[in-house]
Nanobody, 116 residues
Framework: QMQLEESGGGLVQAGGSLRLSCAAS????????MCWYRQAPGNERELVTT???????DYADSVKGRFTISRDNAKNTVYLQMNSLKPEDTAVYYCTAVTVLRGRYWGQGTQVTVSL
């Protein structure tokens, strides 16, 4: 079974930066897309950004120009660099890995809190 573990969340002031990491471990299966979702209290989980295996990326309009997703296929790790953070970015951030044969895996989530 493959597991995903996020790290790097925390508390930051508005305008600051954080870098999230998500590493796959256990029985690694071939990963296609890797994504970051987030869920704020009272809101539905939303897709923030996606990166394909070849490095193609897509972003939600709310984070374009501020967030950057990257991945290291050799390390089975995805990163999310978050700059110019806003209070509305406060949420639990989840990474997911879409595999060719086994479907989607989810991490346990990491809290990001942006204060004024």
């Amino acid at each position: 079974q493959m597991q995903l573990e996020e790290s790097g969340g925390g508390l930051v002031q508005a305008g600051g930066s954080l870098r999230l990491s998500c590493a796959a471990s256990g029985v690694i299966v071939r990963i296609a897309d890797m994504c970051w979702y987030r869920q704020a209290p009272g809101n539905e989980r939303e897709l923030v950004t996606t990166i394909s295996r070849d490095g193609s990326t897509d972003y939600a309009d709310s984070v374009k120009g501020r967030f950057t997703i990257s991945r290291d296929n050799a390390k089975n790790t995805v990163y999310l660099q978050m700059n110019s953070l806003k209070p509305e970015d406060t949420a639990v951030y989840y990474c997911t890995a879409v595999t060719v044969l086994r479907g989607r895996y989810w991490g346990q989530g990491t809290q990001v809190t942006v204060s004024l």
